[in-house]
């Protein structure tokens, strides 16, 4: 859980320069939301998805991108 609160947190605080203008997450996003998201994402592409084997910092930046996309 801690790892998705600093994740989440960076980009909040815009230290992720690679995805700025691509993924925009709700300033009022919790960790939780984050979590259950991601948990409800793998669980919907599945183990045996390439995804799944990707680093987890990856997998998540992909699945917070998916859903808030910049407009």
């Given at each position: 859980m801690?790892?998705?609160s ?12 690679e995805l ?9 996003l ?14 919907t592409?599945?183990?045996?998805s ?22």
């Amino acid at each position: 859980m801690a790892y998705v609160s600093g994740f989440v947190h960076g980009f909040k605080v815009g230290r992720n320069e690679e995805l700025k203008g691509v993924v925009c997450l709700p300033p009022d996003l919790t960790e939780e939301e984050a979590i259950a998201l991601f948990v409800r994402t793998m669980r919907t592409i599945g183990k045996s998805s390439p995804v799944a084997d990707e680093h987890a910092d990856a997998v998540l930046a992909a699945v917070l991108g998916m859903a808030f996309r910049c407009a």
